[in-house]
């Protein structure tokens, strides 16, 4: 998989794809900046979102359910092993099962 382009970058590209004067098209934006036209237009397509002109998933929103996505995977495995040792110790798999009791 190909290294992402640094924000930096991409924000450039789309400074200057948007202020482009008429007649220069996006291919040649992108040519210009050594890059795939489509690749131009799905991170502008990403900037409008972005500034709420066009509707759509912003990063931060999809940043924010990686983040749940993963926290929620760790909770799961917890309640698992959580699960297990109940199952284990209700058994009668005790500690010092052998001891006697009052």
Do not use: C
Request: aromatic share 6%; hydrophobic share 35%.
């Amino acid at each position: 998989m190909p290294k992402p382009y640094p924000r930096e970058f991409r924000g450039d590209v789309v400074r200057v794809a948007r202020n482009r004067e008429s007649g220069v098209t996006i291919e040649q934006v992108a040519k210009d900046f050594g890059v795939h036209p489509i690749t131009v237009q799905k991170w502008l397509r990403q900037a409008y979102v972005e500034d709420g002109v066009k509707p759509g998933v912003s990063s931060d929103a999809v940043a924010e359910l990686r983040e749940l996505k993963r926290r929620n995977r760790l909770l799961e495995q917890e309640n698992e092993v959580l699960r297990r040792a109940a199952v284990y110790l209700s058994q009668g798999n005790l500690p010092g099962k052998g001891s006697t009791r009052s």
